[in-house]
Nanobody, 123 residues
Framework: QVQLVESGGGLVQAGGSLKLSCAAS????????MGWFRQAPGKEREFAAA????????YYADSVKGRFTISRDNAKNTLYLQMNSLKPEDTAVYYC????????????????WGQGTQVTVSS
């Protein structure tokens, strides 16, 4: 059974930082591309960042580029998202997801999803 479990969310002031983690089990993590998506209240889920299976390629939404960094530790089956210079508009539930092949940014290409972790940025 595949499980993706996010952690590290919380409440932070604007300008602050958080680091999200996603622990994976039940899948060959080192062979899966991984991504972070987010969903704000009343909005559709959107792409935030993605990383290729070996970590050689990374992709970012324009809204987070330069502030967020995605990384992975295949030895620990863990995905990370370092979020700096947080803004109130970054408030959302953040989800990690995994896929084998397909587009880095297309939600429908991701097979496995975590339950999400809440990030709230106060102004």
């Amino acid at each position: 059974q595949v499980q993706l479990v996010e952690s590290g969310g919380g409440l932070v002031q604007a300008g602050g930082s958080l680091k999200l983690s996603c622990a994976a089990s039940g899948l060959p993590f080192s062979r899966y591309d991984m991504g972070w998506f987010r969903q704000a209240p009343g909005k559709e889920r959107e792409f935030a960042a993605a990383i290729s299976w070996m970590g050689g390629s990374t992709y970012y939404a324009d809204s987070v580029k330069g502030r967020f960094t995605i990384s992975r530790d295949n030895a620990k089956n863990t995905l990370y998202l370092q979020m700096n210079s947080l803004k109130p508009e970054d408030t959302a539930v953040y989800y990690c997801a995994g896929k084998f092949g397909g587009s880095a940014t297309r939600i429908s290409d991701y097979e496995y999803w975590g339950q999400g972790t809440q990030v709230t940025v106060s102004s």
